[in-house]
Antibody, heavy 116, light 106 residues
Framework: EVQLVESGGGLVQPGGSLRLSCAAS????????MTWVRQAPGRGLEWVAN????????YYVDSVRGRFTISRDNAKNSLYLQVNGLRAEDAAIYYC?????????WGQGTLVTVSS | DIQMTQSPSSLSASVGDRVTITCRAS??????LAWFQQKPGKAPKSLIY???SLHSGVPSKFSGTGSGTDFSLTINSLQPEDFATYYC?????????FGQGTKVEV
């Protein structure tokens, strides 16, 4: 069974940083594109970033480029999202999702709250 | 960026109804379109990819059609568990973009 378990969310002040993690199991992580999608409270879904299986290609939505970094450790079956320079508009549930073209399996999400 | 526009934004339906949601892309995306279902407080669930292919385990009451700029999701014989918000998403180019969602309610 595919499992994606996010962690690392929390309350952070504007301008602060967090490292979100996603532990993957039940599939061959090292050959899978992976994606982060977020959802602000009461809002729709927003694609954030994705990363190629070998980590050599990464793509970002413009609003986070230069502040967020997606990465992975295939030896640990883990996906990461380093989020820096957090703004109020970054507050959201962040979902780890398998896939780079179409998405298929979703984690349960981790909540990032930005407030002073 | 490619804009995805869903209609309607919400709809009222009854158990047993057939409902159709449309999704329009601001430029052609071939068949690189997916549909997702999300229930309150839950993570989204993937329903359809490549515009018309069902993910494993998704019941055949869900169907998708379309290519280019115009797409639709049809749900046959609506059941209580189908009341949810549905999103389309294009993966033809970066950044990937979602529609704003369609809430299917009683």
């Amino acid at each position: 069974e595919v499992q994606l378990v996010e962690s690392g969310g929390g309350l952070v002040q504007p301008g602060g940083s967090l490292r979100l993690s996603c532990a993957a199991s039940g599939f061959t992580f090292s050959t899978s594109w992976m994606t982060w999608v977020r959802q602000a409270p009461g809002r729709g879904l927003e694609w954030v970033a994705n990363i190629k299986p070998d980590g050599n290609e990464r793509y970002y939505v413009d609003s986070v480029r230069g502040r967020f970094t997606i990465s992975r450790d295939n030896a640990k079956n883990s996906l990461y999202l380093q989020v820096n320079g957090l703004r109020a508009e970054d507050a959201a549930i962040y979902y780890c999702v398998r896939g780079g073209y179409y998405l298929d399996q979703w984690g349960q999400g981790t909540l990032v709250t930005v407030s002073s | 960026d490619i804009q995805m526009t869903q209609s309607p934004s919400s709809l009222s339906a009854s158990v047993g109804d057939r409902v159709t949601i449309t999704c329009r892309a601001s430029q052609g995306i071939s068949n690189n379109l997916a549909w997702f279902q999300q229930k309150p407080g839950k993570a989204p669930k993937s329903l359809i990819y490549d515009a018309s292919s069902l993910h494993s385990g998704v019941p055949s009451k869900f169907s998708g059609t379309g290519s280019g700029t115009d797409f639709s999701l049809t749900i046959n014989s609506l059941q209580p568990e189908d009341f949810a918000t549905y999103y389309c998403q294009q993966y033809n180019s970066y950044p990937r973009t979602f529609g704003q969602g369609t809430k299917v309610e009683v």
